[in-house]
T-cell receptor, first 112, second 111 residues
Framework: EAQVTQNPRYLITVTGKKLTVTCSQNMNHEYMSWYRQDPGLGLRQIYYSMNVEVTDKGDVPEGYKVSRKEKRNFPLILESPSPNQTSLYFC???????????FGPGTRLTVL | GDSVTQMEGPVTLSEEAFLTINCTYTATGYPSLFWYVQYPGEGLQLLLKATKADDKGSNKGFEATYRKETTSFHLEKGSVQVSDSAVYFCALRTGFQKLVFGTGTRLLVSP
């Protein structure tokens, strides 16, 4: 089954404790993105990747890092999480830049 | 910059009622337009799309027409079901895979 998976689905952590949210797709897609969803703001793009070792900032990259060492994986790293990063995070992928994006199920992060 | 504005929710309807969720956009050039749906506890799924003016996207009884003259892409369904209860996002795409989303509209359908 074609899918985008994220782990963990739920995470509660404390300020400053480094964490990684994993994202994996099994469709051999080249393009992957991370979004955060906040009430009243919709989804905003954090980072995206056009291919292995090629990443770029989206609209709200501050406080986040990403890496793309393999085509299927695109982890989101929070080196020193803060409460304002409490949000619902989605990973997405697509084959070509203008193709339909497939979204993962989301990761709900709470930073205390 | 590019932006999407959609009506505030929640929209509360009874089953079999007619649904309209308004969406207008501001964009340079000729964006593609999308409606995504998010069911409770799930990620976003593409519901329908339109890539040029006057195109009509349709899926699962939902329709939306790309209106360039009014910069709108309103979502409609003739008869909603309880299972349609979800959050609906209007979005446009500009540039390189960059989706710009509206704030979402929650639809609640009661039996």
């Amino acid at each position: 089954e074609a899918q985008v998976t994220q782990n963990p689905r739920y995470l509660i952590t404390v300020t400053g404790k480094k964490l990684t949210v994993t994202c994996s797709q099994n469709m051999n897609h080249e393009y992957m993105s991370w979004y955060r969803q906040d009430p009243g703001l919709g989804l905003r793009q954090i980072y995206y990747s056009m291919n292995v070792e090629v990443t770029d900032k989206g609209d709200v990259p501050e406080g986040y890092k990403v890496s793309r060492k393999e085509k299927r994986n695109f982890p989101l790293i929070l080196e020193s999480p803060s409460p304002n990063q409490t949000s619902l995070y989605f990973c997405a992928s697509s084959q070509e830049p203008r193709d339909t994006q497939y979204f993962g199920p989301g990761t709900r992060l709470t930073v205390l | 910059g590019d932006s999407v504005t959609q009506m505030e929710g929640p929209v509360t309807l009874s089953e079999e009622a007619f649904l309209t969720i308004n969406c207008t956009y501001t964009a340079t050039g000729y964006p593609s337009l999308f409606w995504y749906v998010q069911y409770p506890g799930e990620g976003l799924q593409l519901l329908l799309k339109a890539t040029k003016a006057d195109d009509k996207g349709s899926n699962k009884g939902f329709e939306a027409t790309y209106r360039k003259e009014t910069t709108s892409f309103h979502l409609e369904k003739g008869s909603v079901q309880v299972s349609d209860s979800a959050v609906y996002f209007c979005a446009l795409r500009t540039g390189f895979q960059k989706l710009v989303f509206g704030t979402g509209t929650r639809l609640l359908v009661s039996p």
